[in-house]
Protein backbone atom coordinates (compact mmCIF):
# COMPACT_ATOMS: atom_id res chain seq x y z
CA UNK A 1 0.00 0.00 0.00
CA UNK A 2 1.37 3.38 -0.62
CA UNK A 3 2.76 6.21 1.92
CA UNK A 4 0.06 8.76 2.44
CA UNK A 5 1.38 12.22 3.56
CA UNK A 6 -1.34 14.45 4.99
CA UNK A 7 -0.02 18.46 4.25
CA UNK A 8 0.27 19.94 0.74
CA UNK A 9 3.40 22.42 0.39
CA UNK A 10 2.22 26.04 0.39
CA UNK A 11 5.21 26.32 -1.74
CA UNK A 12 7.30 23.93 -3.92
CA UNK A 13 10.62 24.66 -3.30
CA UNK A 14 11.76 21.80 -5.25
CA UNK A 15 12.13 24.32 -8.40
CA UNK A 16 14.33 27.10 -6.49
CA UNK A 17 17.94 26.63 -6.52
CA UNK A 18 18.65 29.22 -3.69
CA UNK A 19 16.12 28.76 -1.54
CA UNK A 20 14.89 32.22 1.02
CA UNK A 21 13.88 32.23 4.57
CA UNK A 22 10.59 33.85 3.37
CA UNK A 23 10.18 30.70 0.95
CA UNK A 24 10.33 28.39 3.69
CA UNK A 25 7.61 30.20 5.68
CA UNK A 26 5.38 30.39 3.19
CA UNK A 27 5.61 26.48 2.36
CA UNK A 28 4.80 26.24 6.17
CA UNK A 29 2.21 28.58 6.56
CA UNK A 30 0.70 27.92 3.62
CA UNK A 31 0.35 24.39 4.02
CA UNK A 32 -2.78 22.98 3.72
CA UNK A 33 -4.09 19.10 4.09
CA UNK A 34 -4.79 17.18 0.96
CA UNK A 35 -8.59 17.06 -0.02
CA UNK A 36 -8.76 13.96 1.81
CA UNK A 37 -7.71 15.05 5.12
CA UNK A 38 -9.51 17.08 7.66
CA UNK A 39 -7.72 18.92 11.29
CA UNK A 40 -9.98 19.13 14.78
CA UNK A 41 -10.89 23.08 15.30
CA UNK A 42 -11.26 24.24 18.54
CA UNK A 43 -13.25 27.27 18.98
CA UNK A 44 -16.36 28.87 20.69
CA UNK A 45 -17.32 30.47 17.14
CA UNK A 46 -18.17 28.29 14.22
CA UNK A 47 -15.76 27.88 11.76
CA UNK A 48 -15.03 30.32 8.84
CA UNK A 49 -15.99 28.56 5.75
CA UNK A 50 -16.42 31.79 3.72
CA UNK A 51 -12.59 32.33 3.38
CA UNK A 52 -11.23 29.15 4.78
CA UNK A 53 -13.48 26.34 2.50
CA UNK A 54 -10.94 23.29 3.65
CA UNK A 55 -12.73 23.63 6.97
CA UNK A 56 -15.69 21.79 5.68
CA UNK A 57 -13.76 18.85 6.06
CA UNK A 58 -12.78 19.60 9.70
CA UNK A 59 -14.36 18.53 13.18
CA UNK A 60 -15.38 21.65 15.20
CA UNK A 61 -14.91 21.48 18.96
CA UNK A 62 -17.44 23.37 20.07
CA UNK A 63 -16.17 24.74 23.53
CA UNK A 64 -18.93 27.30 23.87
CA UNK A 65 -19.82 25.42 27.29
CA UNK A 66 -16.62 24.47 28.54
CA UNK A 67 -18.28 21.86 30.75
CA UNK A 68 -20.06 20.43 27.85
CA UNK A 69 -17.85 20.31 24.99
CA UNK A 70 -20.06 19.45 21.53
CA UNK A 71 -18.66 17.56 18.82
CA UNK A 72 -19.73 18.94 15.40
CA UNK A 73 -19.23 18.41 11.44
CA UNK A 74 -20.05 20.50 8.52
CA UNK A 75 -23.72 18.70 7.35
CA UNK A 76 -24.57 21.93 4.83
CA UNK A 77 -24.33 21.97 1.10
CA UNK A 78 -20.99 20.78 -0.11
CA UNK A 79 -21.59 22.54 -3.83
CA UNK A 80 -22.75 26.13 -2.37
CA UNK A 81 -21.08 26.76 1.02
CA UNK A 82 -23.49 27.92 3.50
CA UNK A 83 -21.81 29.90 6.65
CA UNK A 84 -24.37 29.70 9.09
CA UNK A 85 -25.08 27.70 12.51
CA UNK A 86 -27.44 25.31 11.07
CA UNK A 87 -24.60 23.74 8.62
CA UNK A 88 -22.82 22.79 11.05
CA UNK A 89 -24.51 19.29 13.09
CA UNK A 90 -23.53 17.44 16.32
CA UNK A 91 -22.14 14.15 16.10
CA UNK A 92 -23.63 11.68 18.10
CA UNK A 93 -22.99 7.82 19.56
CA UNK A 94 -24.59 5.90 17.58
CA UNK A 95 -26.62 2.88 18.60
CA UNK A 96 -24.80 0.21 20.02
CA UNK A 97 -21.51 1.33 19.41
CA UNK A 98 -20.60 1.66 22.98
CA UNK A 99 -20.78 -2.17 23.96
CA UNK A 100 -20.27 -3.67 27.46
CA UNK A 101 -16.96 -4.84 26.54
CA UNK A 102 -16.04 -1.12 27.10
CA UNK A 103 -16.77 -1.17 30.75
CA UNK A 104 -16.31 -4.34 31.50
CA UNK A 105 -12.59 -3.39 32.71
CA UNK A 106 -13.77 -1.00 35.69
CA UNK A 107 -16.96 -3.12 36.39
CA UNK A 108 -17.28 -6.03 39.19
CA UNK A 109 -20.01 -7.40 37.53
CA UNK A 110 -19.80 -7.22 33.37
CA UNK A 111 -21.88 -3.88 33.14
CA UNK A 112 -20.68 -0.30 33.61
CA UNK A 113 -19.80 0.84 37.54
CA UNK A 114 -22.74 3.30 39.11
CA UNK A 115 -19.68 5.40 40.72
CA UNK A 116 -18.53 5.35 36.92
CA UNK A 117 -21.71 7.66 35.53
CA UNK A 118 -22.08 11.10 35.72
CA UNK A 119 -25.05 11.60 38.03
CA UNK A 120 -25.40 15.23 38.11
CA UNK A 121 -26.03 18.47 36.32
CA UNK A 122 -22.42 19.88 37.29
CA UNK A 123 -20.72 16.43 35.97
CA UNK A 124 -19.94 14.99 39.51
CA UNK A 125 -19.56 11.38 39.79
CA UNK A 126 -21.38 9.98 43.15
CA UNK A 127 -22.81 6.59 44.07
CA UNK A 128 -25.91 8.53 46.15
CA UNK A 129 -26.51 7.00 49.61
CA UNK A 130 -27.40 3.28 50.21
CA UNK A 131 -30.64 1.92 48.89
CA UNK A 132 -30.69 5.12 46.27
CA UNK A 133 -32.22 4.57 42.81
CA UNK A 134 -31.03 6.31 39.30
CA UNK A 135 -33.74 8.54 37.65
CA UNK A 136 -33.55 11.15 35.07
CA UNK A 137 -33.11 14.52 36.17
CA UNK A 138 -36.34 17.16 35.76
CA UNK A 139 -34.07 19.09 32.45
CA UNK A 140 -34.73 15.42 30.92
CA UNK A 141 -31.08 15.74 30.67
CA UNK A 142 -28.76 14.33 33.61
CA UNK A 143 -29.05 11.38 35.87
CA UNK A 144 -29.16 11.64 39.46
CA UNK A 145 -29.40 9.80 41.88
CA UNK A 146 -32.87 9.62 44.56
CA UNK A 147 -34.24 8.18 47.73
CA UNK A 148 -36.64 5.56 46.60
CA UNK A 149 -39.25 6.28 49.83
CA UNK A 150 -39.12 9.91 49.88
CA UNK A 151 -38.88 10.84 45.73
CA UNK A 152 -40.13 8.06 43.63
CA UNK A 153 -42.97 6.63 46.29
CA UNK A 154 -44.49 10.12 47.77
CA UNK A 155 -47.88 11.88 46.56
CA UNK A 156 -49.63 8.89 45.88
CA UNK A 157 -47.70 7.64 42.64
CA UNK A 158 -47.51 3.64 43.85
CA UNK A 159 -50.07 2.16 42.11
CA UNK A 160 -52.23 -0.01 44.14
CA UNK A 161 -51.33 -3.01 41.51
CA UNK A 162 -48.08 -2.79 43.02
CA UNK A 163 -49.00 -3.86 46.26
CA UNK A 164 -48.25 -7.33 47.29
CA UNK A 165 -51.22 -9.57 47.93
CA UNK A 166 -49.30 -12.69 48.87
CA UNK A 167 -51.16 -14.48 51.80
CA UNK A 168 -53.90 -11.75 51.95
CA UNK A 169 -58.15 -13.22 51.74
CA UNK A 170 -60.81 -11.32 49.86
CA UNK A 171 -62.47 -8.20 51.77
CA UNK A 172 -58.59 -7.32 53.69
CA UNK A 173 -57.29 -3.83 54.24
CA UNK A 174 -54.22 -2.07 54.54
CA UNK A 175 -53.92 -0.55 58.04
CA UNK A 176 -51.15 0.33 60.28
CA UNK A 177 -50.27 -1.36 62.90
CA UNK A 178 -47.88 1.28 65.03
CA UNK A 179 -45.08 -1.22 65.04
CA UNK A 180 -41.78 -2.09 63.29
CA UNK A 181 -44.21 -4.00 61.01
CA UNK A 182 -45.53 -0.20 59.70
CA UNK A 183 -48.44 -0.89 57.40
CA UNK A 184 -50.04 -4.63 57.64
CA UNK A 185 -53.10 -6.53 56.33
CA UNK A 186 -56.45 -6.01 58.39
CA UNK A 187 -59.88 -7.99 58.49
CA UNK A 188 -62.22 -5.26 59.10
CA UNK A 189 -65.03 -7.26 60.94
CA UNK A 190 -62.22 -7.71 63.62
CA UNK A 191 -59.83 -4.71 63.14
CA UNK A 192 -62.15 -2.19 62.48
CA UNK A 193 -65.33 -2.70 64.07
CA UNK A 194 -64.57 -5.02 67.34
CA UNK A 195 -62.48 -3.73 69.88
CA UNK A 196 -61.22 -0.33 68.16
CA UNK A 197 -64.77 1.21 66.83
CA UNK A 198 -65.00 3.57 64.24
CA UNK A 199 -65.50 7.21 65.38
CA UNK A 200 -68.13 9.06 63.99
CA UNK A 201 -66.47 13.02 64.12
CA UNK A 202 -64.02 11.68 62.15
CA UNK A 203 -63.83 7.99 60.34
CA UNK A 204 -67.18 8.39 58.99
CA UNK A 205 -67.27 10.58 56.16
CA UNK A 206 -69.98 12.85 56.16
CA UNK A 207 -73.10 13.13 54.14
CA UNK A 208 -74.91 17.05 53.19
CA UNK A 209 -74.70 19.79 55.62
CA UNK A 210 -76.64 19.23 58.36
CA UNK A 211 -77.81 15.67 57.48
CA UNK A 212 -78.21 13.10 59.62
CA UNK A 213 -77.29 9.18 59.50
CA UNK A 214 -79.77 6.85 60.14
CA UNK A 215 -80.38 2.93 59.17
CA UNK A 216 -81.68 2.48 55.27
CA UNK A 217 -85.28 1.21 55.05
CA UNK A 218 -84.17 -2.29 54.63
CA UNK A 219 -82.02 -2.03 57.37
CA UNK A 220 -78.60 -2.89 55.61
CA UNK A 221 -76.56 0.09 55.24
CA UNK A 222 -76.37 4.00 56.87
CA UNK A 223 -78.01 6.46 55.01
CA UNK A 224 -77.82 10.73 55.49
CA UNK A 225 -81.15 12.59 55.22
CA UNK A 226 -82.44 15.41 56.27
CA UNK A 227 -83.45 16.26 59.58
CA UNK A 228 -87.42 16.69 58.65
CA UNK A 229 -87.24 13.57 57.80
CA UNK A 230 -86.72 12.10 60.69
CA UNK A 231 -90.57 12.09 61.63
CA UNK A 232 -93.47 12.15 59.47
CA UNK A 233 -96.47 14.45 60.27
CA UNK A 234 -97.64 14.08 64.00
CA UNK A 235 -94.49 11.10 64.83
CA UNK A 236 -93.19 13.43 67.09
CA UNK A 237 -94.51 13.10 70.70
CA UNK A 238 -94.69 16.19 72.57
CA UNK A 239 -92.70 14.77 75.30
CA UNK A 240 -89.57 14.86 72.96
CA UNK A 241 -89.96 18.64 72.88
CA UNK A 242 -87.21 20.84 75.07
CA UNK A 243 -88.83 22.02 78.25
CA UNK A 244 -85.86 23.37 79.93
CA UNK A 245 -86.96 26.79 81.37
CA UNK A 246 -91.03 26.48 80.21
CA UNK A 247 -93.05 28.00 82.55
CA UNK A 248 -96.60 26.26 83.44
CA UNK A 249 -98.83 26.82 80.65
CA UNK A 250 -96.33 28.93 78.18
CA UNK A 251 -97.35 28.08 74.35
CA UNK A 252 -95.50 28.12 71.19
CA UNK A 253 -95.60 30.61 68.50
CA UNK A 254 -93.98 32.17 65.43
CA UNK A 255 -91.53 35.14 66.49
CA UNK A 256 -92.38 38.12 65.65
CA UNK A 257 -89.99 38.13 62.26
CA UNK A 258 -91.74 35.08 60.94
CA UNK A 259 -88.56 33.37 61.41
CA UNK A 260 -89.03 30.67 63.96
CA UNK A 261 -90.96 28.96 66.87
CA UNK A 262 -90.55 30.39 70.50
CA UNK A 263 -91.87 29.76 73.44
CA UNK A 264 -93.74 32.69 75.10
CA UNK A 265 -95.68 32.63 78.40
CA UNK A 266 -99.47 33.63 77.34
CA UNK A 267 -100.27 37.69 78.37
CA UNK A 268 -103.35 39.52 77.53
CA UNK A 269 -101.95 41.63 74.61
CA UNK A 270 -103.09 44.91 75.08
CA UNK A 271 -100.76 46.98 72.76
CA UNK A 272 -100.44 47.89 69.05
CA UNK A 273 -97.79 45.29 68.42
CA UNK A 274 -99.16 42.61 69.94
CA UNK A 275 -102.61 42.67 69.46
CA UNK A 276 -104.05 40.01 67.22
CA UNK A 277 -105.95 42.30 65.04
CA UNK A 278 -103.95 45.77 65.25
CA UNK A 279 -105.36 48.85 65.13
CA UNK A 280 -107.49 49.55 61.99
CA UNK A 281 -108.09 53.13 60.67
CA UNK A 282 -111.81 53.93 59.21
CA UNK A 283 -111.38 55.19 55.50
CA UNK A 284 -114.04 57.91 56.31
CA UNK A 285 -114.28 61.20 59.19
CA UNK A 286 -116.47 60.97 62.70
CA UNK A 287 -118.97 62.81 60.65
CA UNK A 288 -120.15 59.70 58.64
CA UNK A 289 -122.74 57.94 60.42
CA UNK A 290 -121.66 54.41 59.81
CA UNK A 291 -118.12 53.21 60.28
CA UNK A 292 -117.68 49.09 59.04
CA UNK A 293 -113.95 47.85 59.61
CA UNK A 294 -113.00 44.49 59.26
CA UNK A 295 -111.05 42.51 61.55
CA UNK A 296 -110.19 39.40 59.83
CA UNK A 297 -110.30 37.25 63.10
CA UNK A 298 -113.18 34.99 61.35
CA UNK A 299 -115.18 34.92 65.39
CA UNK A 300 -117.12 37.53 66.95
CA UNK A 301 -114.31 38.96 69.51
CA UNK A 302 -114.45 38.97 73.03
CA UNK A 303 -112.77 41.88 73.42
CA UNK A 304 -112.65 45.19 71.63
CA UNK A 305 -111.34 48.63 71.48
CA UNK A 306 -112.86 51.62 69.61
CA UNK A 307 -111.43 55.10 69.53
CA UNK A 308 -111.39 57.79 67.85
CA UNK A 309 -107.38 59.38 66.22
CA UNK A 310 -106.73 63.04 65.29
CA UNK A 311 -104.73 62.48 62.08
CA UNK A 312 -104.00 65.98 61.34
CA UNK A 313 -100.62 68.08 61.75
CA UNK A 314 -102.58 71.09 62.90
CA UNK A 315 -103.92 70.70 66.83
CA UNK A 316 -107.28 70.34 67.37
CA UNK A 317 -108.43 71.41 70.80
CA UNK A 318 -105.27 70.42 72.23
CA UNK A 319 -104.77 66.91 70.71
CA UNK A 320 -101.75 66.62 68.38
CA UNK A 321 -101.56 64.47 65.63
CA UNK A 322 -101.88 60.59 66.01
CA UNK A 323 -103.17 61.60 69.61
CA UNK A 324 -106.16 58.82 70.15
CA UNK A 325 -108.99 59.07 73.11
CA UNK A 326 -111.81 56.83 73.76
CA UNK A 327 -114.55 57.05 71.87
CA UNK A 328 -117.23 57.08 75.06
CA UNK A 329 -115.59 60.46 75.63
CA UNK A 330 -116.95 61.61 72.08
CA UNK A 331 -119.96 63.59 72.81
CA UNK A 332 -123.00 65.60 71.05
CA UNK A 333 -123.22 69.27 72.01
CA UNK A 334 -126.26 68.77 73.41
CA UNK A 335 -124.23 66.45 75.94
CA UNK A 336 -126.23 63.53 74.93
CA UNK A 337 -124.13 59.99 74.02
CA UNK A 338 -123.03 60.33 70.50
CA UNK A 339 -121.70 56.91 69.53
CA UNK A 340 -121.85 53.15 70.27
CA UNK A 341 -120.03 50.01 68.32
CA UNK A 342 -121.51 46.80 67.40
CA UNK A 343 -119.13 43.66 66.33
CA UNK A 344 -120.16 40.28 64.32
CA UNK A 345 -117.59 37.80 63.14
CA UNK A 346 -116.16 39.56 60.28
CA UNK A 347 -116.56 43.35 60.80
CA UNK A 348 -116.77 46.07 63.91
CA UNK A 349 -119.55 48.28 62.93
CA UNK A 350 -119.03 51.96 64.80
CA UNK A 351 -122.01 54.49 64.88
CA UNK A 352 -122.14 58.01 65.27
CA UNK A 353 -124.67 60.37 65.52
CA UNK A 354 -125.55 63.25 63.07
CA UNK A 355 -125.38 66.26 65.53
CA UNK A 356 -121.98 68.26 66.15
CA UNK A 357 -119.34 66.32 68.37
CA UNK A 358 -117.32 67.69 70.55
CA UNK A 359 -114.42 65.90 73.50
CA UNK A 360 -112.62 67.53 76.61
CA UNK A 361 -109.76 69.99 75.88
CA UNK A 362 -106.77 68.22 76.04
CA UNK A 363 -105.39 71.13 78.36
CA UNK A 364 -108.58 72.11 80.16
CA UNK A 365 -110.75 68.96 80.45
CA UNK A 366 -113.42 71.49 79.17
CA UNK A 367 -115.56 69.87 76.33
CA UNK A 368 -115.60 71.85 73.02
CA UNK A 369 -115.94 70.73 69.58
CA UNK A 370 -113.72 69.51 67.21
CA UNK A 371 -113.07 69.35 63.71
CA UNK A 372 -114.58 66.32 62.49
CA UNK A 373 -112.45 66.55 59.26
CA UNK A 374 -109.40 65.97 61.47
CA UNK A 375 -110.91 62.71 63.46
CA UNK A 376 -111.13 59.05 62.34
CA UNK A 377 -112.18 56.23 64.13
CA UNK A 378 -109.85 52.83 64.78
CA UNK A 379 -110.28 49.81 66.62
CA UNK A 380 -108.74 46.83 68.22
CA UNK A 381 -110.16 43.36 68.34
CA UNK A 382 -108.89 40.06 70.49
CA UNK A 383 -110.20 36.33 70.60
Known sequence: MSQQYDFLSGKDLSAISTILQEDVMQALNQAAPLDNIGLIIVSTTRPDITNNPRFIRYIWLDISNPANV???????????????????GQISVSNLSILTAAFAARSITGGINVGLLKLNADYSSSGGSAFYVLRVDATGKFIEAVSLDQELLDGGLVALNRLATTGLLAGKFVGFNGGV?????????????????????????????????????????LEFITP???????????????ITGALANDIIRMNAGATAWERVTPTLRTTNADAINSGTLSGSTVATAVHTIAHNLGFVPKLVDVRIRMTNAVADIGYNQNDEVSISGYRATTGNVMSTWCADATNITVLIGAATGELPNKGTGVYAGVDETKWFPVVRAWL
Do not use: C, H
Not at 70 to 88: H, K
Not at 186 to 201: F, M, Q
Not at 232 to 242: Q, V
Open 70 to 88: IIRQYIGDRTVLVDADVSW
Open 181 to 221: AGYVSITPSVDLIGASRIAVETNIIPGTARFVPRTNIGATA
Open 228 to 242: NSLFNAGELTLDKLF
